[in-house]
């Protein structure tokens, strides 16, 4: 039995219809209610909707990426309380509508994080790239964050002050459009529409964590699952947090959802099969501590869903992402893992044995140049990661077939 191929879309304003995601071979669409304003309740009737829209092209809605959490959750604000509720009435209604899985992150303040969109490959493609030193010199020259030089290795520094001393103003632009605007603004993260500031914007939603560390913005996530996941097990829904992307401390801010002891600390915090996680092999990977074999292992029975792709670690902490079978992750050995897995809950009568699994990003090529995609989510370039990974899944279970 292999996985459950899924595709991130981002609603009918997607420019990749549900048309085109069923001939691609697609069996359930993981997406979210972009259109209603984080931190409000999802009502039903737009649930059923979305869900609708979805079935009448035979899909299913396997997984809501993202039901957004507010940034006065992770930090503790006022309105946490009121908050919660209007998240527990969501999951209430997906339940309602048999909506089981949610993917969800508590980064504080900033998503997934590249400085560079385009980074070209001989061949012509283009993929995503994190440079630290660049990241870096973001944090000194351009939000002229207090203590950002005594938060990085000495090294990474004098090559972020090299680089940041010589910055255009194209250069910074740059940065600004990639690491705020294009990243984070079509997701459900900083909002910049209108703004002629955004990186005012930016420091503004930092100030607001002043004091958080890593013990803290901990208590945080626990008091929230405390409050979430007892009204999600009545509803028959199940969470799966996000790894941090990249998983590395940035901006002065905690990160608590980057190693095997962050994710062992979650899964403690509430014992629950609806406290689980998404297995992203893409964030995990680019953190070099991260034995990525040994984390599925141990927590193979709390993998709710997963994200399928590759990397290439450089010195320093860079990365880029190198598409879907080749690269850092041994993918031969987490489909087989992963296959044995659902096997395993399968055996135990387990009603999730099935693992959602969608193709993670994708490299930009042939068309997909035409299109003003999202970053990291083309066509053609994700196509081509579901077709290697169909494939590989394909002989994997052929060979234990035969075994």
């Known amino acids: 039995m292999s996985?459950?191929?899924?595709?991130?879309?981002?609603?009918?304003?997607?420019?990749?219809?549900?048309?085109?995601?069923?001939?691609?071979?697609?069996?359930?669409?993981?997406?979210?209610?972009?259109?209603?304003?984080?931190?409000?309740?999802?009502?039903?009737?737009?649930?059923?909707?979305?869900?609708?829209?979805?079935?009448?092209?035979?899909?299913?809605?396997?997984?809501?990426?993202?039901?957004?959490?507010?940034?006065?959750?992770?930090?503790?604000?006022?309105?946490?309380?009121?908050?919660?509720?209007?998240?527990?009435?969501?999951?209430?209604?997906?339940?309602?509508?048999?909506?089981?899985?949610?993917?969800?992150?508590?980064?504080?303040?900033?998503?997934?994080?590249?400085?560079?969109?385009?980074?070209k490959f001989p061949d012509g493609t283009e993929s995503l790239y994190f440079s630290l030193a660049e990241f870096v010199a973001f944090e000194i020259f351009i939000l002229n964050r207090e203590g950002a030089r005594d938060d990085y290795p000495d090294h990474v520094v004098e090559k972020a002050v090299a680089f940041g001393e010589k910055m255009t103003e194209k250069q910074r632009n740059e940065l600004v459009d990639t690491i705020i605007v294009k990243t984070q603004g079509f997701i459900d993260g900083i909002k910049v529409d209108g703004e002629i500031d955004p990186v005012r914007i930016f420091q503004n939603l930092l100030a607001l964590y002043d004091g958080v560390d890593q013990t803290v913005l901990r208590e945080n996530l626990k008091y929230f699952l405390e409050q979430i996941i007892p009204e999600a097990e009545k509803a028959g829904v199940r969470f799966a947090i996000h790894p941090d992307d990249p998983p590395m401390p940035v901006l002065g801010l905690p990160r608590i959802v980057s190693t095997a002891d962050d994710i062992r600390w979650i899964m403690n915090a509430v014992d629950s099969l609806s406290n689980g996680f998404t297995f992203c092999t893409g964030s995990l990977s680019v953190n070099p501590v991260n034995d990525l074999p040994g984390i599925l292992k141990e927590f193979s029975d709390k993998v709710q869903f997963v994200h399928l792709r590759n990397t290439h670690l450089e010195a320093n902490r860079n990365f880029y992402e190198s598409g879907h079978i080749s690269g850092r992750v041994d993918m031969y050995q987490i489909l087989k893992s992963l296959l044995g897995e659902q096997n395993s809950r399968k055996a135990h009568s387990r009603t999730d044995y099935r693992l959602p699994m969608r193709v993670d990003h994708g490299l930009r090529m042939l068309s997909d140049f035409n299109h003003d995609y999202n970053p990291g989510y083309p066509l053609i370039g994700r196509m081509k990661g579901f077709a290697e990974l169909r494939g590989l899944e394909y002989g994997i279970i052929r060979m234990l077939e035969q075994a």
């Open 3 to 119: 996985l459950e191929k899924t595709w991130r879309w981002f609603g009918p304003g997607d420019l990749i219809t549900l048309d085109e995601l069923r001939q691609i071979g697609v069996e359930g669409i993981v997406t979210s209610l972009h259109h209603i304003p984080k931190g409000r309740s999802w009502p039903v009737d737009e649930i059923l909707k979305a869900k609708q829209l979805i079935e009448e092209k035979g899909m299913r809605w396997s997984v809501v990426e993202s039901l957004p959490v507010s940034e006065e959750i992770k930090y503790a604000g006022e309105e946490r309380d009121q908050l919660i509720d209007n998240y527990i009435e969501s999951i209430r209604n997906l339940g309602a509508c048999g909506i089981d899985t949610v993917c969800y992150n508590f980064m504080p303040v900033i998503d997934w994080i590249r400085t560079d969109l385009h980074y």
